[in-house]
């Protein structure tokens, strides 16, 4: 019988996972990962997750864990995160969570244990097929997060069961309720852990300084003062604070691009900005997930944000390992620092930071 360590994160995903797992017959334990050493505010609610964890576990009769991994996340994850803001880049720290923490260091902790595999109450599906093993989409297609798991590669997926990967979220809760697990009711946890539900630039501040400067229109026009570059991303609406301006019409303002260097912040009226739009994007080097090569040129679909439908685009591999990625249609928004990642059809192929865009704005402040 396969020993399997789930992650549990006092969560109704995770809790249902673990319920499917003993039911399928594995010998399956819990361990509770804490990736962030709470400060006075409390805000993470570690302890209350870590409670409801242990609840579960005990509900269950499965073995429980608990480790703490913030020293790692710090280095792994929190930096780089601080790293990219200092760029005026926006970064998503759970694709690099899930790398770092979830899928290396817990992996290392569980086999240490003597875990066969690994499982999580992620939302996406394993498949080995072609000789190799495959990520797909998880079948709740409002749910899947495949976008945030398209690091992984083949010994991870190997070593790795997404027990509700092929369940609604719907049928989640049910079974939970039906289980009587003490997560049934629970709210899914939303943003960055380390945030909370603390103000965003309140925190940032802590470790960036903000410095005010200019907001202006795509034209020059001083329209505003912004607190600091690094609190705002593409395409962000809230938080301008600008005011009616004289001979310009009374629609809102949106980020359209920063000038770190000059800490300028650019601005334009109107959710769909030429400004805001590009139809190419340079990234990063790819990371893939089979180790096959992938053709020189292809046609795939992409998203370049985690509640964005699929895009068509064409894909160009660099020799070093950099990609240009071409779209059928305009993109809003594109972001630096943010994830390309590409399908086809319900097989997550990979994904790269995003580099750079051939927006107007993009182009101009360069």
């Known amino acids: 019988m396969s020993k399997v360590m789930l992650g549990v994160s006092g969560g109704v995903d995770s809790s249902v996972a673990a319920l499917l797992l003993k039911q399928q017959g594995y010998d399956v334990a819990g361990l509770f990962m804490q990736n962030w050493d709470e400060d006075d505010s409390g805000e993470c609610r570690a302890e209350e997750d870590r409670r409801d964890a242990l609840g579960v576990c005990g509900r269950l009769d ?3 864990y608990s480790r703490n991994f913030a020293k790692e996340y710090w280095k792994g994850v929190f930096e780089y995160f601080l790293d990219e803001y200092r760029r005026g880049r926006t970064p998503n720290p759970d694709v690099l969570c899930n790398r770092e923490i979830k899928f290396k260091t817990f992996l290392h902790e ?3 244990l003597g875990a066969d595999k690994i499982a999580t109450g992620h939302y996406a599906q394993v498949d080995h097929r ?13 749910k899947d997060q495949t976008y945030f798991l398209h690091q992984l590669g083949q010994a991870q997926l190997a070593a790795t069961l997404f027990p509700i990967g092929h369940l609604p979220k719907s049928e989640v809760r049910k079974l939970a309720s039906e289980a009587k697990l003490p997560t049934a009711q629970k709210k899914d946890s939303t943003g960055i852990c380390f945030i909370g539900e603390r103000d965003f630039r309140e925190f940032l501040g802590q ?5 005010a400067g ?12 912004h607190s600091g570059v690094f ?3 593409l395409g962000q609406r809230e938080g301008l604070h600008i005011g009616g301006i004289k001979g310009r019409p009374a629609a809102p303002w949106f980020v359209v691009g920063k000038d770190v260097g000059k800490n300028i912040l650019y601005v334009d009226q109107g959710i769909d900005s030429l400004w805001l739009q590009s139809t190419e994007l340079h990234s990063e080097p790819v990371h893939w997930v089979s180790e096959k090569p992938n053709p020189r040129e292809f046609r795939c679909t992409a998203k370049t944000r985690y509640r964005q439908t699929d895009e068509a685009c064409v894909v160009q591999q660099l020799e070093n390992g950099e ?3 071409i779209f059928d249609r305009p993109q809003r928004a594109v972001t630096p620092g943010q994830s390309v990642v590409f399908y086809q059809n319900d097989e997550c192929l990979g994904g790269a930071v995003i580099a750079s865009t051939n927006s107007k704005m993009e182009t101009q402040v360069k």
């Not at 072609?130 to 409002?142: C, I, M």
Request: aromatic share 12%.
């Open 207 to 211: 470790y960036i300084p903000a410095k």
């Open 231 to 233: 609190y705002y991303t």
């Open 130 to 142: 072609d000789g190799e093993w495959k990520l797909l989409r998880g079948a709740d297609q409002d």
């Open 62 to 64: 499965i073995p429980f």
């Open 323 to 325: 990609l240009n990625v």
């Open 110 to 112: 569980a086999q240490e």
């Open 214 to 225: 200019e907001i202006r229109s795509v034209d020059g026009l001083k329209v505003g003062q």
